[in-house]
């Protein structure tokens, strides 16, 4: 969900601030594309100091994916067994974290 930043009072960025408020695979899905707008160098300074998540390894070999939250400066790990992904951090299958971890192994293996 977008709120607006502090020092911006309108939304005339397609990425303004956001903050994963019901962490669900769908706000994933958003950070995902907010993180691929940024490595494809599509967006200014300010986005990329505001990224929630960003993707540090995916061993395809192993079928895991390590992000780093941002906002809680944390490491996390999903991992995929039989094509279901499981969050070690939330202890779910349908939080932010496995919709980013989704998209990347979609963007990937592509």
Sequence with gaps: MSILPET???????FAIFEIKNNNVEEGIECFT??????????DEDSRRNMQLTLTTFEK???????????????IEVSFTDGVPFCTFCHIDDCAHTGFAICVKL???G
């Design 8 to 14: 911006n009072n309108s939304l005339n960025d397609d």
């Design 34 to 43: 907010h993180w691929l707008s940024v490595k494809d160098g599509n967006c």
């Design 61 to 75: 070999e192993k079928n895991k994916i390590l992000l780093h939250d941002n906002l809680n400066n944390l490491d």
């Design 107 to 109: 963007s990937l293996l």
